[in-house]
């Protein structure tokens, strides 16, 4: 699944730069540690960024806060505006809240609670939603998996009372969704944002495994990372000490009820940074298996023009200067009942680069117009640090590192293809040179091609692999010949290594026999 998510990237990378016979395709690099202390250009952009949080001048009382954090490295946390005078008061992250959701759903499909392929139906049979206004041939439930990634068709908003808070049990909202709602569009194909559909996610999928969204948040996604200045449930002293939250009589909590899972969460700066922490890499700190990972990240739809994907609950962008995909979410809420202070939140990673950052703002934006421009203002400071980063990353490139595992020296030899004659052999040699994984002809042994997990093993048999970097010399002939999406599987029968395979037809439908232990 990862592979296809780098192959959208990879096609990305190269209409966006365009194609030609002489110049390589982007390649893909390890971003390299900073130095101790901090290079003078990173410090400078940094500083730049202070000082324009520092001089923003809204016209209306505001507070800031930002978190910035390279290859999960503090570099930089601070507080601005009359609203948000300390980093340790709690901030409402609206729909930032739905990236908890997606982590819930795939934790509990990793521990094959749920299938992400079936119907919350399948698990609830109540949970339907009326097919009746698409076309006929397209009459089916949305998935999980498609719920998740904003694909289901489902409407923006729940079937709530009006005025109520949407103060539903599951069971009356189920009700409301069978009778009073319809899918707006055929599932899986376009996006379409609901917050319906976490609503669905959070309550359905926490009553499947008995617990409350509340519940489970807390104890298998915030407890565990320690997270603990975060939650979904607001006591009197988590209200008195919200970002924009005033003492004046006419301030009640805005309450999101049943779609709380779809925006209602509160955290602080530390916090936030933690998540981003946990996110980083293969996401063991929040998943067992780094397949589930790749899954969370995947995108699953792309624009026409191949500059804005929608992946998960996230909203991804291409940076082409870069070469990297920004995997955000943009969350926005009001503080009370009023909806005149409201709070908007903003969550990044830049998986490339390996460069994290979160932006709250609170203040009167009346309107998501006014909520938009202002993180618009907060965020542009990223640009340069951006820019440098990359340049340090691509000047000082390093190879990602291997995981520990026993099964790793078990690769190493030399590979046939059984098909071969005496006069015409035809092997492969897998080497670890400096702790790096390398594969390829004999004949070219002393310049083999470095290659990186993508999955580990797999049903107790199947380790594959992927170049760590395109060989061909042409970013045409990478797209041609999609050198660069080459998966190798590793065939593990009782625990040795018996051969490798390249999916595919003909010459990569090649199934290479172990022949010797022997490093070429």
Known sequence: LFESMFLTFFFLCCALHGLSHGAACPKKFQPPDLPTPLPTSVTDDLSTWDKGLAGLNFTFPYGIGITVAYKGKTLLTKSYGSLYTDTSKFFRIGSVTKVFTAVQTFQMAEMGIIDLDKPISHYIKDVVFSTEALPNDRHRQPTIREIVSQMSGLPREAPCPQGSGCNLTNAEMAKRLRDDLWLILPPG?????????????GNYLSQIGQTTFADYLQEKILNPLGMTNSGIVYTPEIIQNLAGWSNSANYTLWNSGWVA??????????????????????????????????????????????????????????????????????????????????????????????????????????????????????????????????????????????????????????????????????????????GQLKLGPKQFKDNLVPFEFRRALKNGNILTVVPYYSPSASCRDDVLYAVDNVVVEFIVESGNVTGYRQPGEGFYGTTFAKLSEEQC
């Not at 194909?189 to 996610?201: A, H, I, K, M, T």
């Not at 009370?336 to 950052?357: A, H, Q």
């Not at 990602?400 to 492969?428: F, M």
Request: net charge negative.
């Open 189 to 201: 194909e376009q996006p379409s944002y609901s917050n319906l559909g976490f609503g669905v996610l």
């Open 261 to 434: 899972p779809a925006g209602d969460m509160y955290t602080t700066l530390d916090d936030i940074a933690k998540f981003h922490h946990a996110l980083r890499g293969n996401c063991s700190k929040v998943f067992k298996y780094v397949e589930t990972c790749n899954d969370f990240l995947q995108t699953s739809w792309a624009a026409k023009d191949l500059t804005y994907f929608q992946g998960l609950p996230f909203e991804d962008t291409m940076l082409p200067s870069i070469h990297s995909l920004l995997v955000s979410k943009g969350g926005s809420i009001p503080i009370d009942e009023t909806n005149i202070i409201r709070s908007v939140t903003s969550f990044n990673m830049f998986k490339g680069l390996d460069l994290t950052w979160s932006s709250f703002l609170v203040g009167n934006l009346k309107d998501l117009e006014s909520a938009r421009f202002g993180t618009s203002n907060v965020n542009s400071g990223v640009n340069p640090l951006l820019s440098t980063l990359y340049k340090f990353a691509t000047t000082n490139p390093q190879l990602p590192p291997l995981p520990p595992s026993p099964i790793l020296k078990k690769l190493i030899g030399q590979y046939v293809d059984p098909s071969s004659t005496p006069t015409n052999t035809v092997t492969r040699c897998v080497s670890l040179d400096g």
